[in-house]
């Protein structure tokens, strides 16, 4: 649609369709990976939840993960991301691997910035001593309050988003009516080709960086 409104022309058309093909194929990647990871951390809140309760009524750090496992293995279908990781910290113990090496692997597959935080203070407080009771408490604290942020966030930014969608649309709108009602306005030469790609080029670069501006995180 948008390359018959600026081209008229099969090539560039065919050009500007795998072009768009290949973004719309990394976006819904992008945006998949985004969910799930954002559906990990939901659920990660529960499992440091289940590991602070073991810790509180005298559990070991060795028995904590694993009732942590099974709480989970309770809580959330086969296919949730938290029955995945967890499960893979339950074998690594029985296999006498250590907690924070687990815990960073874990880090590493989900991307999770948080786990990898939570993994690095619990290597220092087993070697050098602290509470881990606590300390398990706070990280859940933090996640839950960095959620809460985050979604206040998105809920601000909800209008701007919006608005630049609508401005996406706009121009080619306009370049729709100018053609069925333009009375030959608008020509499909050479010259006239290569300012409608300059222009799209513009509009390009200005909607991902309108897109980088409202892409907040925390």
């Not at 409104?5 to 998949?32: D, K, N, S, T």
Request: include cysteine; charged fraction near 20%; aromatic fraction near 10%.
């Amino acid at each position: 649609m948008t390359g018959y409104l600026l081209f008229h022309h099969i090539v560039p058309e065919a050009l500007l369709a795998l072009a768009f093909g290949w973004y719309c194929r990394r976006a819904f990647v992008h945006r998949q990976m985004a969910r799930r990871k954002q559906e990990f951390l939901d659920q990660f809140c529960d499992y440091l939840d289940s590991i602070a309760t073991s810790l509180s009524v005298g559990r070991n750090g060795y028995e904590s993960f694993l009732t942590a496992d099974d709480d989970m293995k309770g809580l959330y279908e086969s296919g949730a991301p938290i029955r995945y990781a967890s499960g893979k910290v339950s074998e690594g113990l029985k296999n006498g691997r250590p907690i924070p090496e687990l815990l960073q692997e874990m880090a590493e597959e989900t991307g999770c910035s948080d786990v990898r935080t939570f993994g690095e203070i619990y290597q220092i407080c087993s070697t050098a001593g602290g509470n881990l009771k606590h300390i398990v408490g706070d990280t859940r604290s933090m996640v839950i309050e960095k959620i809460a942020v985050e979604q206040e966030i998105q809920t601000v930014l909800t209008g701007p988003k919006n608005e630049l969608n609508i401005m996406v649309l706009m121009p080619l709108v306009i370049l729709a009516s100018l053609r069925v009602l333009g009375g030959g306005l608008i020509t499909d030469d050479s010259s006239s080709m290569a300012v409608n790609a300059a222009a799209l080029g513009v509009f390009l670069f200005s909607y991902w960086w309108g897109r980088q501006i409202v892409d907040i995180r925390v």
